[in-house]
């Protein structure tokens, strides 16, 4: 008898090209993404040693870390940036590979236009030069980041050695209440097993939940598997999976989806597999989620209050936790609820898709922001910059006051202008907060785009239950 598989190993095992017992694996990436930020060197790499890339065509690039999000149809005004992406277009000349520069209709974000193109597909093996490749895992495919040397590496040869991670499953079941969308379950798991919970493991989500789920939010769950450690995360696929896919730029057409659809079908977990780890959350007792400290650990229910000192046992975790308190200029104890906010960045690879902004737009339409506040509202790629104008959703962002954007990564990691001013309190609908990351001495608070829309209204942080 065969042994039972989970649906990481199947994906996995059909993609080792060697293996040796003490060595890593090599496998072969069916596509790398990337960006112009983790390349340069790469590329320099190949051209010392007279490399070409050995299959261009399964390798896409995009401008989105250090891009600006106004005025897009000039020259980059920051010198570094400027170099990065100019850089990058060259090595993409150079080097034979598709390039979707700043002006192009398929720029965006490489995580959301990697899914919107049809890319991404079930039972691929993804890479790029960022952590939050794990955002593709939500289509049943095996997806990570990679360092430079790595980046290298799969240009030179389509593969990469890689250490087998252990599998964990998070089953979520349940019907979510009122106001908890995706953001507040992936909040609330790492805010429950901490930033290393997931290390060294590949975790599949699974359950009821995680069923009824759109794509868009799915991409949310496992875009933040790498917060809690884990390599990456992903979800089997099923007729939601299926029906997204179908009729993408990048999607097989006619007759080859109906051969590949009978592959998908395939792709899960087999009945009774086991993994290294198992957890079950019920999405009853989920509430909107908010941040209170440094790294997306540090999540508490919208209603709680923020831990005690006297709540930790553990030395290097209440260092860390009396480090994160000076930093934000919270108080152990102190609620959250009513924290007056500054400015709220509704974008990133985790939450500018277009469901993402018509949630925000369904809130906010017919309303104003609190006068104090700055708001911007950056699309994760052009598309979805179209798709917005198209349903007029933009317009709504305009009249509540609220800036309206070009496609990139923006204020999630503060590469280009896009800054928090420091000491400034900010609720962004990324994905990391820490010390900096948002701009020298910014304060960020992750949250859902229904609560940092709700920020944006009342001027500060708001139970979203209480206004819809």
């Not at 040693?49 to 920051?78: C, G, I, S, Y």
């Amino acid at each position: 008898m065969s042994k039972l598989r989970t649906l990481f190993e199947k994906i996995w095992d059909s993609h080792v090209v060697e293996s040796k017992e003490g060595y890593p694996d090599l496998l072969y990436i069916d596509a790398h993404l990337i960006h112009e930020v983790t390349s340069p060197q790469a590329f320099d790499r190949l051209r010392k040693r007279k490399l070409p890339v050995f299959r261009p065509q399964n390798n896409w690039a995009t401008m989105d870390h250090n891009v600006p999000t106004l005025n897009q149809h000039l020259l980059v005004k920051e010198e570094l940036s400027r170099k990065q992406v100019e850089t990058l277009k060259r090595n993409c000349e150079e080097f034979g590979i598709r390039l979707y520069g700043l002006g192009h209709p398929n720029q965006g974000i490489v995580h959301v236009i990697g899914p919107q193109l049809g890319i991404t597909k079930p039972g691929m093996t993804i890479v790029c030069g960022d952590s939050h490749t794990a955002t593709h895992g939500a289509f049943g495919t095996l997806a990570f980041g990679i360092g430079t040397s790595e980046v290298e590496q799969v240009l030179a040869t389509q593969c990469i050695l890689q250490y087998k991670p252990k599998t964990m499953n998070i089953k979520i079941s349940g019907k979510l209440n009122k106001g908890v969308v995706a953001k507040d379950i992936i909040l609330y798991i790492i805010s429950k097993i901490s930033t290393s919970g997931g290390t060294g493991y590949f975790v599949e989500y699974s359950g009821s939940t995680i069923d009824s789920l759109s794509m868009e939010a799915r991409m949310t769950i496992c875009n933040m598997s790498i917060e809690m450690g884990a390599r990456g995360g992903l979800i089997a696929p099923d007729k939601t999976t299926f029906e997204y896919i179908k009729d993408r730029e990048f999607a097989p057409k006619g007759k080859d989806f109906e051969k590949a659809l009978k592959f998908w079908k395939t792709l899960t977990t087999d009945k009774g597999a086991r993994f290294d780890k198992s957890l079950e959350v019920n999405a009853e007792d989920l509430e909107p989620m908010i941040t209170y400290g440094t790294n997306p650990g540090m999540g508490i229910k919208i209603t709680d209050s923020i831990p005690k000192e006297s709540d930790f046992v553990n030395e290097s975790h209440l260092l860390n936790f009396k480090k994160a308190m000076e930093y934000m200029g919270f108080t152990p104890g102190q609620k959250m609820l009513g924290q007056k906010i500054d400015y709220v960045f509704i974008g990133s690879c985790t939450n500018s898709r277009i469901e993402d902004l018509r949630m925000v737009a369904s809130f906010v339409k017919d309303k104003k922001k609190a006068d104090h506040v700055i708001v911007w509202v950056v699309p994760g790629s052009k598309q979805v910059y179209q798709k917005a104008v198209e349903e007029r959703l933009d317009q709504i962002f305009i009249k509540a006051g609220f800036e309206f954007r070009q496609a990139g990564c923006s204020a999630c990691l503060a590469m280009n202008e896009d800054k928090i001013p420091a000491g400034k309190y900010c609720v962004a609908t990324s994905n990391r907060n820490f010390e900096g990351r948002q701009g020298p001495g910014a304060r960020t608070i992750l949250a859902s785009p229904l609560t940092a829309a709700a920020a944006a209204i009342y001027g500060k942080i708001t139970d979203i239950r209480g206004v819809i």
